[in-house]
């Protein structure tokens, strides 16, 4: 038994090497979260927050709410620059 399971094996490598590549993607989990960078509306000021903020995010040069809480993603208020990572 053991040796027709090693035959098996190097067939299967031989014919790609087992799983394929996307087989292995949906094996490991990835996270739903980012940082982005987001513009403020009311004065253009650029911050970098995180999209499951559990704390109300605010301009660092205005005080206009970036994002705010929503016990999961955070609803984002200013504009979108860039999603990061």
Avoid at 35 to 50: A, D, L, T
Avoid at 54 to 72: D, Q, Y
Wanted: glycine share 12%.
């Amino acid at each position: 038994m053991q040796i027709h399971d090693a035959e098996e094996r190097g067939k299967a490598q031989e014919a790609g090497g087992g799983l394929a590549l996307a087989q292995w993607e949906n094996l490991i989990p990835r996270p739903s979260s980012r940082f982005y960078r987001v513009r403020c509306i009311s004065c253009g000021g650029e911050q970098i927050i995180f999209s499951h903020t559990s704390h109300e995010i605010k301009c660092r040069t205005c005080g206009e709410v970036l994002a705010e809480p929503t016990g999961g993603k955070a609803e984002i208020k200013g504009a979108i620059v860039a999603v990061l990572g």
